[in-house]
């Protein structure tokens, strides 16, 4: 998995902190003797600077949705705080949330269920501007820079989703996130459905946009060679917490937790005796991440 492009520098003069995630606990709560409480996360502590790229990473069941969730108010927390731009999330009303919404958005893993098939794409990307009190000339001229933006052609505000490749689909979710110029945008596994080329170009587009608009992204994985390329940071999550962190290139060419050895021996290799050398190199990470 290859991007041709790389992230920029946060501007050094920008605030640090945008989003703030503060000794998090989700939990969730039981139904009954046959099944008790599960707690999700476990104090975790996050943060993401203006323009940043922070990539969360981890296996399925790692924690690392429930957190983006949290992020967005849509799981329970249960201790600890989440703050954007100052501004509690994780305790807030309905209303409240409502309010931060124009600056904090998401890109969901499949753009074949996170689309109304109904609508149109101009009826989609005009929903959250009309919601927003947006002018129906202006929500229009908006919704055709958006698809510029994304590189979809000013015929598709007619067309409905069915219409498009799976590829083209996740521009759409991309178009729909970036149309009330967000500060932060939590996409949550946004390639994962895609193949490897189809791949590459969506994260160039990622990679563009945030040099166009200066978004920030929590760019959440299950695929260290993904975010690699596209994070200035990366967090490894491993049963619902936080076990590596720091520079994207440190954390992705010399892992020091025994989970994120793991995660990166994962990643295919076209030669078989170096993959089949991989394997029995996981089982060993792998066994020294379930006693660490």
């Known amino acids: 998995m290859t991007s041709h492009a790389a992230p920029e520098t946060p501007s050094p003069t920008a605030p640090r902190t945008l989003l703030a995630v503060d000794d998090l606990v989700v939990e969730y709560p039981g139904k009954g003797f046959r099944k008790p409480s599960f707690r999700a996360l476990h104090g975790v502590s996050l943060d993401v600077g203006p323009g940043e790229t922070v990539g969360l990473v981890g296996e399925s069941g790692s924690g690392k ?22 501004r509690s999330i994780g305790h807030a009303s309905r209303r409240e949330r409502r309010s931060i919404s124009d600056e904090l958005q998401v890109v969901f893993q499949d753009p074949y269920t996170s689309l109304n098939p109904a609508m149109t794409v101009g009826s989609i990307l005009a929903e959250p501007l009309v919601t927003h009190g947006t002018a129906a000339r202006d929500a229009r001229r908006r919704i055709s820079e958006v698809l510029d933006q994304v590189g979809l052609p000013a015929g598709s505000i007619d067309r409905r989703p069915r219409e498009f490749s799976g590829g083209q689909r996740q ?8 149309a009330l110029s967000p500060k932060l945008i939590v996409c949550d596994e946004p390639v994962s459905a895609l193949d490897l080329s189809t791949q590459a170009r969506v994260l160039d587009l990622f990679l563009q946009i945030q040099r166009d608009t200066g978004v920030a992204y929590l760019f959440i994985s299950h695929d260290l060679e993904v975010v690699r390329h596209l994070s200035h940071r990366v967090a490894v999550m491993y049963r619902g917490e936080i076990v590596e962190h720091g520079p994207a290139a440190r954390v992705t060419e010399r892992p020091t937790h025994p989970y994120t050895q793991r995660l990166l021996l994962a990643s295919p290799v076209p030669d078989p005796d170096r993959q089949a050398e991989r394997r ?11 006693a660490a």
């Open 65 to 86: 949705t429930t957190l983006g969730r949290a992020v967005l108010g849509l799981a329970p927390v249960t201790a600890g705080s989440v703050l954007f731009e100052g």
């Open 171 to 178: 521009r759409v979710a991309i178009a729909r996130a970036i």
């Open 280 to 290: 029995r190199e996981r089982l060993e990470a792998s066994k020294r991440a379930a």
